[in-house]
T-cell receptor, first 114, second 112 residues
Framework: GESVGLHLPTLSVQEGDNSIINCAYS??????FIWYKQESGKGPQFIID?????DKRQGQRVTVLLNKTVKHLSLQIAATQPGDSAVYFC?????????????FGTGTRLQVTL | DAGITQSPRHKVTETGTPVTLRCHQT?????MYWYRQDPGHGLRLIHY???????DKGEVSDGYSVSRSKTEDFLLTLESATSSQTSVYFC???????????FGEGSWLTVV
């Protein structure tokens, strides 16, 4: 399949180092945030989520930080591995009270060098 | 694996022809979505469904229609395909108890 997002910002990280991927979200009324990973030719894969009443949430090798003051979200990947190479993007959900509709960022490409 | 199957996975079609993409899920989820993904844009919602025969428009619904006659199937139809509809189309589901949506593997559509 073709690669989507050929001109994305790229973060290049050496294997074993930590990665930090940033996302600025748009709406202060958003109450839920998700990070997705998308490998070339595949569908987006859920990584981790966080609610707006939290500042930090940890998963396996990943941590999401939320700064509501500046509407900023970050994804930290510990001990980055070659299999982490992908496009990462964030999504936000407005508290609309209806079926959840997510707004997606355009993403950052993570390249892991050996 | 979210139990989503999209078909066809790849299709090339001519301008003006009708095209239907199928999304099939195996886990009886109520909410289903169709998104398109294009360079320079985040995923954009085309249509979504909150039950059998219950559908609504997303932000880029022009030129698309959907149908959901069974819980497990959500069809996206391009009545008369245009080159601007060349894109990658993703079906997604949302389990009723959460806010996260889970995506299928995508359908690559090229309109020539």
């Amino acid at each position: 399949g073709e690669s989507v997002g050929l001109h994305l910002p790229t973060l290049s990280v050496q294997e074993g180092d930590n990665s930090i991927i940033n996302c600025a979200y748009s709406n202060s009324a958003s109450d839920y945030f998700i990070w997705y990973k998308q490998e070339s030719g595949k569908g987006p894969q859920f990584i981790i989520d966080i609610r707006s009443n939290m500042d930090k949430r940890q998963g396996q090798r990943v941590t999401v930080l939320l700064n509501k003051t500046v509407k900023h979200l970050s994804l930290q990947i510990a001990a980055t591995q070659p299999g982490d190479s992908a496009v990462y993007f964030c999504a936000e959900k407005l508290n609309t009270g209806t079926a959840s509709k997510l707004t997606f960022g355009t993403g950052t490409r993570l390249q892991v060098t050996l | 694996d979210a139990g989503i199957t999209q078909s066809p996975r790849h299709k090339v079609t001519e301008t003006g022809t009708p095209v239907t993409l199928r999304c099939h899920q195996t886990e009886n989820h109520r909410y289903m979505y169709w998104y398109r993904q294009d360079p320079g844009h985040g995923l954009r919602l085309i249509h979504y469904s909150y039950g059998v025969k219950d559908t609504d428009k997303g932000e880029v619904s022009d030129g698309y229609s959907v149908s959901r006659s069974k819980t497990e199937d959500f069809l996206l139809t391009l009545e008369s395909a245009t080159s601007s509809q060349t894109s990658v189309y993703f079906c997604a589901i949302r389990p009723g108890t959460g806010n996260t949506i889970y995506f299928g593997e995508g359908s690559w559509l090229t309109v020539v």
